[in-house]
């Protein structure tokens, strides 16, 4: 299954944004453990936060309590609310389902005053 991912722009420094994940071909409906993934400028692409089928969640130390992933199952979306963003935030964000290698083209987080 393919992702689509949606939510990004320009925030300044403490600002937020809520990203969206959704299927492409098949809807989204929650069965699969997801995960958010980014890429600064430059460096490799990272893990940022994982979602369970039951809710579970678990982040990377640097977002934790300022992000916040979550399930709309009525809308089969995933989100990824973002608050306190950092310029170090700013980056390209992807979901997928975990241990897929089926890349979408991802949203654009830029953090800049």
């Known amino acids: 299954v393919q992702f689509v991912e949606s939510g990004g722009g320009l925030v300044q420094p403490g600002g937020s944004l809520r990203l969206s994940c959704t299927g492409t071909k098949v809807p989204y409906n929650g069965e699969d453990i997801m995960t958010w993934h980014r890429q600064a400028p430059g460096e490799a692409r990272e893990w940022v936060a994982t979602?369970?089928?039951?809710?579970?969640?678990l982040y990377i130390p640097a977002v934790q309590g300022r992000f916040t992933v979550s399930r709309d199952e009525a809308k089969n979306i995933m989100y990824l609310q973002m608050n306190n963003l950092k310029p170090e935030d700013t980056g390209v964000y992807y979901c997928?389902?975990?241990?897929?290698?089926?890349w979408g083209q991802g949203t654009q987080v830029t953090v800049s005053s």
């Open positions: 997928l389902e975990a241990g897929s290698t089926t």
């Open positions: 979602l369970w089928p039951g809710g579970g969640t």
